[in-house]
């Protein structure tokens, strides 16, 4: 579990997109984005409160999450200098990059002599157990998409927030990078040894309330056959009771694979539901989320209309249109 | 990869059974099994010549592979005296023992001291590519599953052997601790990190000549909640044109998981071809392999003639009654 409230560091960020990972935290967070921390140079603002290490430690800001990515991932020695501060100051670092803080020995070296943690959440830091496929109490709900990408975490965002402004116990469940970040904990995934992958997601989806709602980050596809293991260990561990399927309707072929077209929401909706039932029989399709960024509005709804009356299961774009429709379908499983 | 020929170490085994990995490269690889080496009290023999490390360091062995498992899968300290020999006298070792030769300071000393190296194939020693998808060239026969341990990696052996009879060009490709001692090298796929699965078994299939068959060891199984995704990796990594469908009739649940029961060999056959389609739409399944160890033979022989006219697919038990029909289905393809 990472600390919280954050103060979001921007470094030198060239653009708004090199902070999206702060921008995440800042959207669906709120609570726990205090302020922004940014170099001479920064070009990304989030309209929060410019806020110095020691301004922020008074607020009472815990740890410095890296919310900027730069070209390949690595932790920039222009950021060392606000980083050993930082750590001096009584914060812990969190990151998601691809550069371990852990591999830098000097960063290690001030956090261990000022007690501070380095959160590197794009490794597992639990000993997950085999998955024993033993039903456990609460309700689940697994975003699983016709590709990598398509707004599987984000559809998970969606409905928690409509969940909780509706009074209903909700939770997501991050099983990627961002994901971690935003919520303070989860599992990476893609970074699980193998054996461990659906017992990951046990972990992550313990018993609850019986009105509980795990709401749970997808990760890549049944039909993406890069990742398709890790969505399969998804839907076995986490035993959905309900699918959202998810889907990009402008993307031409399988990302990152120019050979292999994208399957029809039937073919997700099939696929998923029938490994879906090995672990939980009761499970069904609840709604479609419609990533609809790339169409103009009125394009956008003539889409979600047709997909709705095709699929006969409610189709919406939850970030555009709000997720209302997908939560009455769950709230009346 | 683990030189060869190999000597066979049982140790103090208590039993043969606990000399089953010896016992698998004894009677796969005949040729690496120079002979074995048995401590006082050893209970298993393999019936090779017992052989002292000299005269098989002298008859040419060139590695001395752990051939025993005791409880818990631990180097046991009474035999540490007999793998500081080995090293001293030029053997590299080899084991497939959860406990990692690597992890025993002594053993790690002793091997830098006189350059020979530790084997343990339970941890992978490649960094195994992303997966791309892209077609390779060459055919793949992958062994699928209606539940784990039912004879995926006999099957695979099986088509090995009666292949190279007939002179076709054929390679076992080992997915799993026992097979990849038994071959030489493989991927230890449940021990390779979740993004890196398909990857791997790409890489472990590379491009061949077009009338080879690789003949891939399964694991898992697509209806086996703990390890479904490592099966489903195996499908999209390996690109299969032919399935061979694995099943123990005698089972009455999922090893492991008793609230589970198995499927049938048609929902295998269904879901496996499904999901292998999107990676090799000609993949097909071209016959049954049924592990009959716990039926007596006439009762085998009727479960094989019942399924193969229920299946419409030749059905035989390869270890018991060999593999010949498979074979002519996988050469009619």
Not at 29 to 36: D, N, S
Request: proline share 6%; with cysteine.
């Amino acid at each position: 579990m990472i600390p919280t409230p954050y103060l979001l560091f921007l470094g030198d960020a060239p653009d708004q997109l090199a902070a999206k990972v702060a921008q995440g935290i800042r959207d669906w967070r709120p609570e726990f984005a205090l302020g922004q921390y940014r170099m001479d140079g920064c070009r990304a603002d989030l309209g929060l409160p410019d806020m110095s290490l020691a301004e922020a430690r008074a607020a009472g800001a815990r740890t410095l999450v890296i919310g900027v990515a730069n070209r390949g991932g690595v932790i920039s020695q222009a950021w060392k200098d606000v980083l050993h501060a930082a750590l001096e100051q009584g914060f812990d670092l969190a990151s998601g990059l691809h550069n371990l803080l852990r591999d830098e020995p000097d960063l290690v070296a001030t956090a261990e002599r000022h007690g501070r943690r380095l959160h590197d959440v794009r490794v597992p830091a639990v000993k997950y157990p085999i998955a024993n496929g033993v039903k456990r109490s609460g309700r689940r709900c697994l975003a699983v998409g016709s590709d990598c990408s398509v707004g599987k975490m984000y559809t998970a965002l969606c409905l928690e927030r409509e969940m909780r402004a509706r009074g209903m116990k909700a939770t997501f469940r991050a099983t990627g990078q961002t994901g971690i970040l935003i919520a303070g904990d989860g599992v990476p995934l893609d970074a699980v040894i193998a054996d461990f992958m659906a017992g990951s997601i046990e972990w992550l989806t313990p018993d609850n309330d019986p009105d509980h709602w795990d709401l749970i980050e997808g990760q890549g596809s049944l039909f993406h056959v890069s990742y398709s293991g890790v969505t399969l260990a998804l839907i076995h561990g986490g035993q959905p009771d309900a699918l959202v399927l998810c889907h990009e309707p402008t993307r031409t072929h399988m990302r990152g694979l120019p050979g292999y077209g994208l399957p029809t929401l039937e073919q997700v909706r099939d696929s998923a539901l029938e490994m879906a039932r090995i672990a939980n029989p009761a499970c069904v399709a609840v709604g479609c989320s419609i990533n609809t960024q790339h169409l103009p509005e009125a394009e956008a709804r003539r889409y979600l209309e047709e997909t709705e009356a095709r699929m006969g299961l409610p189709a919406t774009d939850p970030f555009r249109f709000g997720a209302g429709r997908l939560v009455d379908a769950l709230a009346a499983l």
